[in-house]
């Protein structure tokens, strides 16, 4: 059990590069569409919607770019998602300037898989530093049970590096539980390996709850895992046992390690599973048919439903649970975050119950 603050405004507090995503309309390619749904999104921010939309308190830490109607875009929607937000605002510096990333991202169909670009030039997040926060009063005065770090903000740029690596000490330093999602990209880390390695040993090494698949924790923390790719999941649950058991050994003050379990049949149907370890027990969801309407976000709504459970200090394997469906329902939604509407809406999910509700 993970014991946590009583006294603290938010459940948890999230720092994160926020920006859009451009997906086409009724799941066609993106470079044969003219008719684009924009949303805002953050693989951060999506973790912590399935906690803001259960009534828990979030708090987002994030950079804006001053004046900009995107920027105005996003804060228009963490503010829909129950989530505060704050963070420094900078000038765009005209127009070679600032903005908020853009992903490229459609949803694909059938036996057609989905693209994703990220459009990153010029990304105001990367400038995110610690002097640019009162973090004593975030996680003193304020207080968080929870922050939550992800390797796609730690290993954003070097400044983002050394943001992830301040908040996460100072967080600790507060009593505030950390949670860490490897999430590792290729593109981020070419040319900065031993860099990134150290910066994500250290907030490995601090975290309460680690989560990551076969290849991030390989990739991003270079302990031998089973081999990347999702075919016959089911019959490598033993694998992915053995490796978090190395993972164990490697960070031994780690209270909870997670891993997803994904093999695609289509685009549109997917065996979904996931393993828990905490302390001597494992927590298995073997693999069931799930339904897709579009993937992105599965794996963030899985740790958001995870961390909910823990914050509502529910047993380990009710949380694994819950996380479970938190993901299948980000699955159905073309948000890339889960809005669950109860907590029995979850639980219907992981009940495996469709009919409908009147």
Avoid at 174 to 180: E, K, S
Avoid at 325 to 346: K, M, N
Wanted: one cysteine or more; a negative charge; aromatic letters at 8%.
């Amino acid at each position: 059990m993970i014991t946590l603050k009583s006294d603290a405004k938010y459940a948890l507090v999230i720092p994160t590069s926020m920006g859009t995503r451009l997906t086409p309309l009724n799941g066609q390619p993106f470079h044969c569409s003219d008719t684009f749904k924009m949303q805002a999104t953050s693989a951060e921010s999506n973790v912590g919607s399935v906690a803001s939309y259960l009534g828990l308190p979030v708090k987002i830490l994030t950079a804006f770019v001053k004046g900009s109607p995107v920027s105005r875009f996003i804060k228009d929607n963490l503010a829909s998602r129950h989530m505060d937000y704050e963070g420094p605002e900078f000038d765009a510096g005209g127009a070679w300037g600032l903005r908020h990333q853009i992903n490229l991202a459609d949803s694909g169909a059938g036996s057609r898989g989905p693209r994703v670009a990220n459009d990153r030039a010029g990304e105001v997040g990367r400038k995110l530093s610690a002097d640019q926060f009162d973090l004593d009063r975030i996680f003193g005065e304020e207080g968080a049970q929870f922050i939550h770090l992800s390797g796609l903000i730690a290993a954003l740029s070097p400044e983002t590096s050394q943001f992830c690596l301040a908040v996460a000490r100072k967080a600790k330093s507060h009593g505030t539980r950390i949670a860490f999602d490897l999430n590792h990209r290729a593109s981020l880390w070419e040319g900065r390996e031993e860099e990134l390695s150290k910066v994500f040993h250290e907030i490995a090494s601090l975290s309460d709850v680690l989560v990551g698949n076969e290849e991030d924790f390989q990739l991003c923390l270079g302990i031998d895992g089973p081999p990347p790719g999702g075919e016959g999941i089911a019959g490598k649950i033993d694998g992915f046992k053995e490796m978090i058991g190395r993972v164990k050994k490697e960070f031994p003050e780690t209270t909870v390690f997670a891993t997803t379990l994904r093999e695609v049949v289509s685009v549109n149907l997917h065996q979904w599973g996931a393993i828990v370890s905490a302390g001597d027990d494992w927590h298995v969801m073997e693999p069931r048919e799930i339904g897709v309407l579009d993937r992105i976000g599965g794996g963030d709504g899985f740790v958001g439903g995870l961390l909910y459970g823990i914050l509502r200090e529910w047993p380990m394997e009710k949380a694994a649970q819950f996380g479970w469906a938190s993901g299948a329902l980000a699955a159905t939604l073309l948000t890339d975050y889960g809005q669950p509407a109860d907590e029995e809406q979850v639980w219907s999910i992981w009940e495996g119950n469709a009919r409908v509700k009147r």
